[in-house]
């Protein structure tokens, strides 16, 4: 079986470091999409907006099945290497 994913990226993954007091749990969402086996699957996680993950529990397992907690930094473009944040800033990696 195979599973057709967009691809989310961590700050340091996108070259950016520790842009955020909460970095470990920033993620970026990009048009990166592909297919991949379902088997390469290892866990669920969750995406809320800055506003939801402070109303969470701030990177912390969730209470609905342990999944790991993050927020939506902003969006990220792989192939250019521009980052914009959720507050609109553009960051060019």
């Avoid at 470091?17 to 088997?39: F, I, P, T, W």
């Avoid at 402070?54 to 912390?60: F, N, Q, S």
Wanted: with cysteine; proline share 2%; aromatic share 10%.
């Amino acid at each position: 079986m195979v599973v057709k994913v967009r691809w989310f990226y961590h700050p340091q993954e996108a070259g950016r470091g520790k842009m955020h007091r909460e970095a470990k749990h920033a993620l970026y969402q990009s048009s990166h999409e592909d297919e991949n086996d379902v088997q390469t699957i290892s866990h669920k996680c969750q995406v809320l907006s800055w506003e939801e993950y402070e109303r969470a529990c701030c990177g912390r397992k969730s209470r609905d099945g342990g999944q790991e907690v993050f927020y939506l930094a902003g969006t990220y473009d792989p192939g250019s290497g521009q980052m914009v944040t959720a507050q609109g800033l553009s960051i060019f990696c």
